[in-house]
């Protein structure tokens, strides 16, 4: 049974930075897509980041590009995401999701439904 875990979860103030991470037991990240999405009560889950371990390929909501990274840690068969210049706009739990045997299309993001595993979040708070 494949389960995804998150961490790195903070509390942080406007401008900080924060690295979540996403590892898989069960499951090893060769040839997936993987993702970051993030909820809060007020919004739909929106994705956020996503990479495709088979070529190393990204994509980025406009949102966060040019302030979030994606990275796939090879060694550790973990996923990143490197959160930098954070802005109270960013709060939100956010989820990590595998696409296994894919690659990320441009559009990944804007399908949720096709990212058959998912983790139970960590949450992320920007105070202003």
């Known amino acids: 049974q494949v389960q995804l875990v998150e961490s790195g979860g903070d509390s942080v103030q406007n401008g900080g930075s924060l690295r979540l991470t996403c590892v898989a037991s069960g499951y090893t990240f060769s040839w997936t897509c993987v993702g970051w999405f993030r909820q809060t009560p007020e919004k739909e889950r929106e994705g956020v980041a996503a990479?495709?371990?088979?070529?190393?390929?990204?994509v980025y909501a406009d949102s966060v590009n040019g302030r979030f990274t994606i990275s796939h840690d090879n060694a550790n068969d973990a996923v990143y995401l490197q959160m930098n210049n954070l802005r109270p706009e960013d709060t939100a739990i956010y989820f990590c999701?595998?696409?296994?045997?894919?690659?990320?299309?441009?559009?990944?993001?804007?399908?949720?439904?096709?990212?058959?595993?998912w983790g139970q979040g960590t949450q992320v708070t920007v105070a202003s």
């Open positions: 990479i495709s371990t088979g070529d190393g390929s990204t």
């Open positions: 999701a595998a696409a296994p045997g894919q690659l990320c299309g441009v559009g990944a993001l804007a399908i949720p439904a096709a990212f058959r595993n």
